[in-house]
């Protein structure tokens, strides 16, 4: 059998294989099971561009063929493995017979369209944790963003990877992509809730949610392309019915914040960190936004302000915010507590704390009792000190539009006509109005903190002066 003349099937008065480019046989099962040394194509006789390739281990299938989508180079399909039950030379010259008429007169390039299925099937049928591992790696990526600077393309990427990590991946982490439903992330958010991955928490199960929201959606593009775009399993699934946060200091626990921050025996905490709480009360301000301010962002004519670069702003917007006099105040002793340029620098060096540090210090940690605890006030948080200004404020009588923009929430009302703006002018409309209002609001704030602090009640304010934008 191993003599080409001897192969059944075979025309007579061929000649050699020696001496031909290719063998042409008609191709059935004893080709298949040919016993050859090396690798050897057979080609059929009845269809064009079928052959077989026998190797010393199995024999395939294949479909060669050429037209214009190739550019006339020959291109070649497999078609499947020969096995006497399942895919005999009959079903195989059948297939091929179908492929020769979309490459002939479909002119379909045959090769490249399976090609593409292939990897279309291959990135549809990953796990949660592969697509998990791909997002990651996706938003960690540099891009240069508006002020010139190469930062992640999502630049909260490791909050999201933690909830993706710690949370989806341990339950869904093994399903492929494609099976989970919406009741899956249903479940895992109820068991979140109920306190099964920890701490019960209705921000967790929120931030979860988002977290699988924008996996789906980024998987989904059409740049990705690891789902198909109806697989959303996020999608009408009930909003989580958190309780509004409300938590704001009463004038009596701002006095008591106030001097125990300054107590030095009581503290265990930097007074940086002290510093830090409160500029929070004075300016309004984000922890971020507090704790990486630095020396040179400092403005004082023609009116003390900070300029917040857009890189450390929620919104991702430059923020100009007024300092008033107590503000001033709390940064010129945090510059006089070193010469570093970050105004609350690190103890590591001349770079800004860690954005938790605020909110640690004010919880506490297992070796060191929070900042609420030794002053006996029920528990708050950083951005409850924001609300606590806030209220502040609108109580003495500032608009609201005005404590808004001290906020660095968008207006979406013109304050003096109440009609709607568009969505541009109320973010970028006269920063010079803008920084006004703010002042205003700020200033006033600082009259009704310091009667505050020194034991005095609100009541003895007199009637808030407005100053005109």
């Known amino acids: 059998m191993n003599n080409i003349a001897s192969i059944p099937g075979r025309r007579k008065g061929r000649p050699a294989a020696s001496a ?36 010393p281990r199995s024999a395939n ?29 009959v079903k195989a010259r059948a297939a091929a017979y179908h492929l020769k008429g979309q490459t002939d007169h ?8 399976r090609r593409q299925e292939l ?95 924008g996996l789906y959606n980024w998987a989904a593009e059409a740049e990705q392309d690891y789902l198909p775009p109806t697989c959303q399993p996020f999608l009408k699934l009930g909003k989580l019915k958190e309780r509004p946060r409300q938590r704001y200091l009463s004038e009596a626990e701002i006095r008591t914040l106030w001097h125990g921050l300054d107590d030095d025996d009581l503290m265990p ?24 301010g630095r ?51 690190s103890p590591l060096g001349d770079k800004p704390m860690n954005r938790r540090v605020m909110a640690t210090a004010l919880r506490g940690t297992k070796q060191s009792k929070g900042i609420c605890e030794l002053l006996g006030l029920a528990p708050f948080t950083p951005h409850d000190l924001r ?5 502040l404020a609108g109580e003495i009588g500032c608009p609201e539009g005005w404590i808004a923009r001290c906020l660095d929430h968008t207006i979406l009302k013109d304050e003096d006509t109440g009609r709607a703006l568009p969505t541009v002018t109320g973010k970028v409309c006269n920063l010079s109005k803008q920084l006004k209002q703010k002042r205003a609001v700020l200033d006033q704030l600082d009259v009704a ?8 009640s609100l009541d003895d304010l007199e009637p808030l002066i407005r100053i005109a934008a």
């Open 387 to 391: 609300r606590t200004a806030a209220t």
């Open 269 to 292: 905490w930097d007074r940086r960190t002290r510093l830090a709480i409160k500029l929070a009360l004075t300016t309004m301000l984000r922890s971020a936004e507090i704790l990486g």
């Open 119 to 213: 990897t279309t099937a291959t990135k549809h049928n990953k796990t949660v944790a592969e697509l998990i591992e791909l997002r990651i790696e996706w938003m960690k990526q540099l891009e240069l963003k508006e002020d010139g600077e190469r930062r992640p393309r999502i630049e909260s990427w490791k909050g999201m990877a933690g909830h993706l990590n710690n949370l989806v991946k341990p339950r869904l982490g093994r399903k492929r992509a494609v099976e989970v439903t919406r009741q899956d992330v249903a479940g895992l958010s109820k068991d979140i809730v109920e306190g099964k991955f920890g701490k019960a928490s209705l921000s967790r199960a929120r931030h979860m949610r988002r977290a699988v929201s």
């Open 449 to 456: 903190l310091r009667r505050i602090i020194a034991g005095k």
């Open 20 to 55: 031909l480019v290719e063998t042409r046989v008609y191709i059935n099962p004893d080709v298949c099971r040919l016993k050859v040394a090396k690798r050897t194509k057979f080609f059929d006789t009845e269809c064009e561009g079928f052959y077989v390739d026998v190797s």
């Open 61 to 89: 299938f294949h479909f060669r063929y050429r037209n214009e989508t190739t550019g006339g180079k020959q291109r070649s399909i497999k078609i499947g493995t020969f096995d006497p039950r399942e895919c005999t030379p």
């Open 106 to 113: 479909g002119g379909v390039n045959v090769a490249e369209q």
């Open 295 to 345: 020396r040179d962002e400092l403005i004082d004519l023609p009116m003390p302000h900070i300029v917040i670069p857009l890189k450390r702003v929620k919104m991702r917007r430059v923020i100009k915010q007024p300092l008033n006099s107590l503000a001033r105040e709390v940064i010129a002793e945090a510059k006089s507590l070193g010469d570093e340029q970050h105004l609350f620098a």
